[in-house]
C-alpha cells in the first residue's frame, strides 16, 4: 500500500523559500519515481517536477531555476525545494508516484506566497 505525507509548506512573502517533503513508510516509495504537482483554487492539478529513482529530475518550464526536486532513499523522502517564490505558486502541492500508484495522493500541502 502506498500513504503518502506531504508536509512544509506555510506563508511566504514573494522572493521567500520553502522546502516541501514527501515520505511514505514503504518499500515502494524508494524504487518508484516521485512526481510532484500542485493544484490553485479553481483550478486542475498541475504536474511541477519529478525525480526517478535514481536521481533524474524534470520540471515544468514555469519553475525551473526555482525548484528543485531531491531525495533521500535512506530516509524515504523526497523533497522540494522552492526558491525565488511567486504569487503565482500558491497553491496546494502534492507529491504521486505515478503508474500503478497514481490514485493514491495524500492531503498536500498548502503553499501561500503572498507579501
Known amino acids: 500500500q502506498v500513504h503518502l505525507v506531504e508536509s512544509g509548506g506555510g506563508l511566504v512573502q514573494p522572493g521567500g523559500s520553502l522546502r516541501l517533503s514527501c515520505t511514505d513508510s514503504?518499500?515502494?516509495?524508494?524504487?518508484?519515481?516521485v512526481m510532484w504537482y500542485r493544484q490553485a483554487p479553481g483550478k486542475e492539478r498541475d504536474w511541477v517536477a519529478s525525480?526517478?529513482?535514481?536521481?533524474?529530475?524534470n520540471y515544468v518550464d514555469s519553475v525551473k531555476g526555482r525548484f528543485t526536486v531531491s531525495r533521500d532513499n535512506a530516509k524515504n523522502m523526497v523533497y522540494l525545494q522552492m526558491n525565488s517564490l511567486k504569487p503565482e505558486d500558491t497553491a496546494v502541492y502534492y507529491c504521486?508516484?505515478?503508474?500503478?500508484?497514481?490514485?493514491?495522493w495524500g492531503q498536500g500541502t498548502q503553499v501561500t506566497v503572498s507579501s
Open positions: 504521486n508516484l505515478g503508474g500503478k500508484w497514481r490514485n493514491y
Open positions: 514503504g518499500s515502494i516509495f524508494r524504487m518508484s519515481p
Open positions: 525525480i526517478t529513482s535514481v536521481g533524474t529530475t
